[in-house]
């Protein structure tokens, strides 16, 4: 009787890619737990949950904030259309790093920033406005100073029929939200390290 397996190089590559996405995100958790949402990346079930209901076709440009090991980098680049371009900023070089090294694409452009520096980032690379800013970046534990920022600095950028998405262990960023979006939708989803609200600012 035949039996089937799965190629030992893809799993060791898979295995090694979890290990190492893992490992980068617990270390850089210890180093900055204030600016790091979690030791743990997203899980399967966060990133579809926040990410399915987006209409991917006509995202030339998504904006990422805190993308960490790139669980969710890697789930947003298999739905853009192949002429997008992906934008990252994170404030560890590390991250920084372990997403250009770890992700083969010629549209991912990963940058050492402070999402507050958006604008000033997608003009210098000649990008124009965002289709679509994903941000898992904790606004619980930012001065209220730098969370304005940011938010002020998004809304700026976004294209007017654009979003933003946000996943967060706690509430805070719906303060940041509300006033600056006509619509914002709300979810929780429980599978994940920690359980997470999602929204959805447009």
Same mark, same amino acid.
């Given at each position: @009787?035949?039996?089937?397996?799965?190629?030992? =190089?893809?799993?060791?590559?898979?295995?090694?890619?979890?290990?190492?996405?893992?490992?980068? *995100?617990?270390? /850089?958790? #210890?180093?900055?737990?204030?600016? &790091? +949402?979690?030791?743990?990346?997203? !899980?399967?079930?966060?990133?579809?949950?926040?990410?399915?209901?987006?209409?991917?076709?006509?995202?030339?440009? &998504?904006? /990422?904030?805190?993308?960490? !090991?790139?669980?969710?980098?890697?789930? @947003?680049?298999?739905?853009?259309?192949? =002429? *997008?371009? #992906?934008?990252?900023?994170?404030?560890?070089?590390?991250?920084?790093?372990? #997403?250009?090294?770890? $992700?083969? =694409?010629?549209?991912?452009?990963?940058?050492?920033?402070?999402? !507050?520096?958006?604008? /000033? $980032?997608? /003009?210098?690379? +000649?990008?124009?406005?965002? =289709?679509?800013?994903?941000?898992? $970046?904790?606004? !619980?534990?930012?001065?209220?100073?730098?969370?304005?920022?940011?938010?002020?600095? %998004?809304?700026? &950028?976004?294209?007017?029929?654009?979003?933003?998405?946000?996943?967060?262990?706690?509430?805070?960023?719906?303060?940041?939200?509300?006033?600056?979006? +006509?619509? &914002?939708?709300? %979810?929780?989803?429980?599978?994940? $390290?920690?359980?997470?609200?999602?929204?959805?600012?447009?």
């Amino acid at each position: @009787m035949a039996t089937r397996f799965q190629s030992p =190089d893809k799993t060791s590559s898979d295995l090694a890619r979890k290990t190492s996405a893992l490992g980068v *995100s617990a270390r /850089e958790f #210890l180093r900055s737990p204030q600016l &790091v +949402g979690s030791a743990f990346p997203a !899980s399967q079930v966060l990133v579809d949950r926040l990410l399915d209901p987006v209409d991917w076709s006509s995202a030339r440009v &998504v904006v /990422e904030y805190g993308p960490g !090991s790139g669980p969710l980098t890697r789930a @947003m680049l298999q739905r853009m259309p192949h =002429d *997008s371009r #992906l934008v990252t900023l994170d404030v560890s070089p590390h991250f920084t790093r372990h #997403l250009q090294r770890s $992700i083969d =694409d010629p549209r991912l452009l990963a940058v050492t920033a402070s999402a !507050s520096s958006v604008a /000033e $980032i997608l /003009e210098r690379h +000649g990008l124009g406005s965002a =289709d679509l800013i994903v941000t898992g $970046i904790p606004f !619980s534990t930012m001065s209220a100073q730098l969370a304005d920022q940011i938010m002020d600095a %998004s809304a700026q &950028v976004l294209s007017p029929h654009g979003q933003v998405l946000a996943y967060q262990m706690r509430t805070a960023v719906e303060g940041y939200l509300e006033p600056r979006f +006509g619509k &914002v939708r709300k %979810s929780f989803v429980w599978r994940n $390290i920690p359980p997470c609200h999602l929204y959805w600012a447009s």
